[in-house]
C-alpha cells in the first residue's frame, strides 16, 4: 500500500548512479539547519501536514520535526511519536525468513509449494518472493484505495487467505524469475510461510525473534487493531471535499506486507542491528542485500541504492493511508536516517525537499 507522499520519498531514494562507487571519506557532520529547511519545505508546501526525523552521522545523533501533529491545533508532531511504518514491515518478515532459512528449516531457492502445497505457482521459489521476482499480482490493485472508497471498508478485518485471493484470481504479471515487479502479494505468502515453519503466528514469530531481543517496546504489529498506542500525529485525507481523520483504520488489509506500528527509534534501532550483522549469521546477512541482473536495487526485502553522490544505502520505504516513512542507512551503519511524515489535507508538491535530506545526511 502507499500514497502520493511515500512515492515521492521512495523516488528520491532510488536515484542511481550505476557506475558510482563506495561512500566518500568526508566525515563532516550534518547541517541541523539544512535537514530542518527541508522538513519545513515538506510541511509548508502542503505535501504533509507533519513530520519528524531521526538522523545520525557517526556520534552526531538528532531528532528533528515540523509541522503539527493535528489539525486545527498547534500541537507539534512528538518526535518520539509512533506510526504506521507500512512497507518497512516487508525488512522485519524477510528478516524472520531469512533467520529460518539459517537455522535449515527454508531452503530459499525451494518452490514456495513445497511447504505450502497448492498456495501459489508451482514454480516461484521463496527466494522470487523475497526479491519480488516471483510474477505474482499486487493484490492493492483490486483494491478500493481512493478515499470515498476506502472509507468504506476502513475497518474490515482481512485474512490474509482473502488478500491472497484478490492476487491469485488474475494470472501471473510474468513468467517467475524473469522481471521484478512490487507486489505486497509476495510478503503475504511470506507471512504464511513463517506460520507454516513455525506453527505461530508470523507476528509472534517476529516478536520473539526480533522485538523482544532488541527492546523494540514502542513496535508492535497491531493486527485487528484500529488505534495507534501512545503519543502520535494523526493523519488526514479529503473525503467529498473535507478532511477526514484517517488516524484508525484496521491494518490487517496491509497484514505481512505492512500493518507494523514503530517509531524513528525503533527503526533506528533496528536497521542498525540487521546491518551490522546482530541478526543474521553470515550467509544469510548476504543473501538480504544480494541483488541480480532481474532486481539490481532490491535485495531480499531490503532496498540498496547508491546515491548519486557514490553512498551506497541500505533500508525501506513504506506507505499505509495517511502514513509514509524512510528507513535508510549505509551498509556500515555508520550514517543512518528515519523520517515519518503524516498526510493532511492537501496534496503539495515538496519538490527538492526529500533529495536534499538525503544529501546532507549521507553525501
Known amino acids: 500500500m502507499g500514497n502520493r507522499l511515500v512515492a515521492t520519498v521512495t523516488a528520491a531514494s532510488l536515484l542511481t548512479l550505476t557506475t558510482a562507487g563506495v561512500a566518500s571519506a568526508d566525515t563532516s557532520s550534518v547541517d541541523r539547519a539544512v535537514v530542518q529547511q527541508a522538513l519545513d519545505q515538506i510541511t509548508r508546501s502542503g505535501a504533509a501536514l507533519g513530520v519528524q526525523a531521526r538522523v545520525t552521522d557517526g556520534r552526531q545523533r538528532f531528532t528533528a520535526g515540523s509541522g503539527k501533529a493535528e489539525l486545527n491545533s498547534d500541537r507539534p508532531v512528538p518526535q518520539n511519536g509512533r506510526f504506521r511504518v507500512g512497507s518497512i514491515t516487508k525488512t522485519f518478515v524477510s528478516t524472520v525468513t531469512l533467520q529460518l532459512a539459517g537455522e535449515g528449516k527454508i531452503d530459499l531457492d525451494a518452490p514456495v509449494v513445497r511447504y505450502l502445497p497448492g498456495l501459489i505457482d508451482g514454480r516461484i521459489t521463496v527466494r522470487q518472493v523475497l526479491q519480488h521476482t516471483s510474477g505474482l499480482f499486487n493484490y492493492t490493485g483490486a483494491l478500493p484505495l481512493s478515499p470515498e472508497e476506502f472509507e468504506q471498508i476502513r475497518y474490515k478485518s482481512w485474512s490474509p487467505q482473502e488478500l491472497l485471493a484478490l492476487s491469485t484470481s488474475k494470472p501471473l504479471d510474468f513468467e517467475p524469475g524473469t522481471k521484478w515487479s512490487y507486489s ?39 493486527g485487528d487493531k484500529a488505534g495507534i498506542s501512545g503519543p502520535h500525529a494523526r493523519a488526514y485525507w479529503t473525503v467529498a471535499g473535507k478532511p477526514s481523520d484517517i488516524t484508525r483504520i484496521n491494518p490487517s488489509v496491509a497484514w505481512a506486507a505492512g500493518e507494523m506500528i514503530s517509531t524513528t527509534r525503533d527503526l533506528d534501532t533496528f536497521v542498525t542491528a540487521l546491518s551490522s550483522g546482530k541478526l543474521l549469521k553470515p550467509a544469510q546477512q548476504q543473501e538480504i542485500s544480494r541483488t541480480t541482473a532481474v532486481s539490481p536495487e532490491y535485495g531480499l526485502g531490503l532496498q540498496v541504492q547508491t546515491l548519486p553522490c557514490g553512498t551506497k544505502v541500505w533500508g525501506h520505504g513504506g506507505g499505509i493511508p495517511g502514513y509514509s516513512s524512510e528507513m535508510m542507512t549505509t551498509p556500515d551503519s555508520k550514517k543512518r536516517f528515519e523520517l515519518n511524515a503524516t498526510s493532511g489535507p492537501t496534496q503539495g508538491d515538496p519538490g527538492d525537499a526529500f533529495t536534499k535530506l538525503l544529501t546532507e545526511v549521507f553525501c
Do not use: M, S, W
Open 184 to 222: 505486497n502479494t509476495n510478503y503475504v505468502v511470506a507471512g504464511l510461510l513463517i506460520e507454516k515453519i513455525t506453527g505461530r503466528p508470523y507476528e509472534k514469530a517476529v516478536e520473539q525473534r526480533i522485538l523482544k531481543p532488541l527492546r523494540l517496546n514502542d513496535t508492535e504489529v497491531p
